[in-house]
């Protein structure tokens, strides 16, 4: 089944009275449980396809359907919620609520659908990612790759069916950086979800179904990789 469908999309920018397309027809559906892998150099339009295929904002034209749902056109008072329920999200810059402590942080998604076991999960997802005795630290109290590790627990907290992951590890020492990525495989195979990655990381990248390529705006190559035959 078809996860996630993007149909003809393009999303353009408009500063002062100059347009600046940034993606160009984009059609691309994402099945469930696939692991797709997505590169492309800098400025190619990598964060901006996450964003639309994850309702977190919406195309100039074109349709993005999320479980045969046209999201383009559903308010974000109805959007909000579904994002919240079926999205994970892990920024390249962590994008932690600085106010608030790591184990709240990470129990913000759960506590918005007012699920009781909220902390009991942010407490078992931080402690597997090696964070229990930092659950009270606040995010300024944490290192790159600790943040990072937090963001990921509350991208996983309402076991969301697809993840979205942009350049995880981008402000992260090639250490962390595996670790990083290493835990967000680990999760996606356990639970079978959806992970969509923006990475640069080769060795990740291979063990991808399928990775995409994008060049301005457009899917220029995709690699399927078809693990049947290896033995
Ligand atoms: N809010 C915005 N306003 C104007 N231009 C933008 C905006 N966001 C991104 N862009 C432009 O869109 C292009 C693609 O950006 P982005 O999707 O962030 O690429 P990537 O993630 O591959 O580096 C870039 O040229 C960038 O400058
Ligand atoms: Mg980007």
């Not at 559906?29 to 339009?45: A, H, Q, W």
């Not at 918005?112 to 930092?134: C, E, F, N, Y």
């Not at 967000?184 to 995409?212: C, G, P, Q, W, Y």
């Amino acid at each position: 089944m078809n996860l996630i469908e993007a149909k003809h999309v393009t999303k353009t920018y408009t500063i002062g009275d100059r347009q600046i397309p940034v993606l160009d027809n984009i059609s691309l559906s994402v099945t469930n449980g696939e692991f797709l892998v997505v590169e492309g150099s800098s400025g190619s339009g990598k964060t901006t396809l996450l964003c639309l295929l994850s309702g977190l904002d919406r195309p100039t034209s074109g349709r993005v359907l999320i479980e045969e749902k046209d999201i383009t056109e559903t308010p974000e008072d109805d959007l909000a919620p579904l994002r919240n329920q079926m999205i994970g999200f892990v920024f390249q810059s962590f994008h932690l609520v600085p106010s608030l402590t790591a184990i709240e942080n990470v129990m913000f998604p759960a506590e918005l659908k007012h699920d009781p076991r909220a902390h009991q999960k942010a407490q078992v997802l931080l402690k597997r990612v090696g964070l229990a005795t930092r659950i009270d630290n606040f995010p300024h109290q944490l290192s790159g790759g600790e943040m990072q590790r937090v963001a990921m627990c509350r991208a996983l907290i309402n076991d969301p069916k697809i993840i979205f992951a942009d350049e995880p590890t981008g402000n992260l020492d090639s250490e962390n950086g595996e670790a990083i990525l290493e835990l967000l495989l680990e999760f996606h195979r356990e639970r079978h979800s959806t992970l969509v990655l923006v990475t640069h990381n080769n060795k990740i990248a291979t063990m991808a179904d399928r990775m995409i390529i994008l060049h301005d705006g457009r899917i220029v190559e995709t690699i399927r990789h078809d693990y049947q035959h290896i033995a």
